[in-house]
């Protein structure tokens, strides 16, 4: 009698603990909490970001070509210049040694060629006679052309050495100011194999570029024409506007890293910018005004299968809703470009997405949309059903407990079970 007590006792435990289970487990559930946005109305745009090194639009390296001593400068960093302005003299005492010996050799060569000259003439009356031989006369032509030459190569190198003593006298191609100045009086330059350079000029301060170096995976964006703001660490609360001017072919590969240049105009009228300055580039790709705009995380959200709303013939209007979608970009493009592509697609803009709506019964339906351009935050609504103001899922705020009820321990009896955010 006593075990069978035992025994009704332990099954009516067993029955007991097993209830509670399914009934904590299944009946206690938490309804999921959203994180709710709203579809609004603004501008977007996409732009490249890249950093560069300001420069003057023109600028010359004033070397020499010859060797020597810098005897005086003209010119000092900022100085003003004008075009064949003399800015710096090499010593030309040397140079001019060279000029007198060489205008020495022409001299001896015309006498020597005068001499030839004459005994030519000489071999050549005897010749008419027949008092000179042929071998005589043939000698005597050699020797005339020969010292005629040796006379124009003489000619030849006091041309060069009359050359050389003017390079002494260094004067500034362009029209500019000297930004930089890499000798002094005294120095010697030599110029066996390069020019040195004594001077940079900058041609004309008011108008600067900027070299920006732009990755090769947005290069493709960028195109001549755009619009560029950039800022420099001088003026870090004062924006500058240019124009991209141009797009060099050349990559530059830095760590592994393929960048190419653009070139950027910049008006400079109050010379606030200076050559060297690093600027902080942003190159305007595309820009929408006024359109219907919804955060870009919001695309992609997914909602748990079980909190879709499953209405009768759902998937077959969805699919209905996507061709009539379809058809009418179709039509739209023909209109437009007479069966190419739309004018208004472009970059950023991809294949349908969709939207999710919380119903009066907390289920979640979908709205089909065209997104187009995205500026990292925000996507820009094209085509679909939805309007300014209206609220859309972007994600989950609160799931159900994540628990598990035991037999001897129930989940959160009253609501105070653990929950997972």
Same mark, same amino acid.
């Given at each position: 009698?006593? @075990? ?22 299944? $009946? ?12 609004? %109305? *603004? ?22 070509? =010859?060797? *020597? ?77 020969? @010292? ?22 260094? %004067?500034? &191609? ?33 108008? !600067? ?42 990559? =530059?590969? =830095?760590?592994?890293?393929? @960048? ?10 109050? +010379?606030?910018? !200076?050559? $060297? ?55 739209? %493009? ?11 697609? $472009? ?20 709205? &089909? ?24 899922? =972007? ?12 037999? +001897? ?5 009253? $609501? ?6």
């Amino acid at each position: 009698m006593k @075990n069978r007590f035992v025994l009704i006792l332990i099954l009516s435990i067993i029955v007991i603990a097993a209830g509670g289970f399914f009934y904590f487990s299944n $009946g206690s559930t938490a309804d999921v909490m959203y994180r709710m946005d709203k579809v609004t %109305r *603004g501008d977007l745009q996409v732009v490249v970001t890249a950093t560069g090194t300001l420069s003057a639009d023109t600028t010359v390296q004033v070397g020499t070509q =010859v060797s *020597g001593t810098i005897q005086r400068l003209y010119v000092d960093f900022n100085s003003k210049v004008k075009k064949g302005q003399i800015v710096a003299l090499i010593d030309p005492t040397f140079l001019e040694s060279s000029v007198k010996d060489a205008q020495a050799n022409l001299q001896r060569a015309k006498a020597q060629a005068n001499e030839s000259k004459r005994a030519f003439d000489r071999s050549k009356t005897l010749m008419s006679k027949a008092l000179a031989s042929q071998a005589d006369y043939d000698a005597a032509i050699t020797t005339y052309e020969g @010292n005629a030459a040796a006379q124009k190569q003489a000619e030849s190198q006091l041309d060069r050495a009359i050359i050389n003593l003017k390079y002494a006298t260094i %004067r500034t &191609p362009i029209d500019g100011v000297v930004i930089s100045r890499a000798v002094d009086v005294g120095q010697t330059v030599a110029a066996s194999f390069s020019a040195p350079t004594i001077f940079t000029i900058a041609n004309d301060l008011t108008k !600067m570029q900027v070299q920006a170096n732009v990755d090769e995976a947005d290069i493709g964006k960028v195109q001549l024409g755009q619009e560029v703001k950039f800022t420099v660490d001088a003026y870090a609360d004062q924006p500058f506007q240019g124009v991209v001017s141009q797009i060099r072919l050349a990559p =530059v590969t =830095v760590q592994n890293v393929v @960048n190419y240049t653009v070139i950027i105009g910049v008006p400079n009228p109050d +010379l606030k910018l !200076m050559p $060297g300055m690093t600027a902080t580039v942003t190159i305007l790709v595309t820009k929408r005004e006024n359109v219907l705009k919804v955060p870009t995380v919001a695309l992609r959200f997914q909602p748990p299968a079980e909190q879709i709303e499953v209405r009768k013939d759902s998937s077959s209007q969805q699919d209905d809703s996507a061709r009539a979608e379809r058809r009418k970009q179709f039509t739209q %493009r023909m209109q437009e470009g007479g069966g190419g592509q739309s004018s208004r697609q $472009g970059v950023g803009e991809r294949a349908m997405a969709r939207l999710w709506v919380q119903g009066k019964n907390k289920k979640l339906t979908s709205i &089909p949309i065209r997104p187009g351009i995205v500026d990292g935050t925000f996507t820009e609504i094209l085509h679909g059903q939805v309007q300014e103001g209206q609220e859309i899922v =972007v994600g989950v705020l609160t799931q159900k407990p994540t628990t598990t009820a035991t037999p +001897l321990s129930p989940a959160g009896g009253g $609501g105070g079970g653990r929950q997972r955010f």
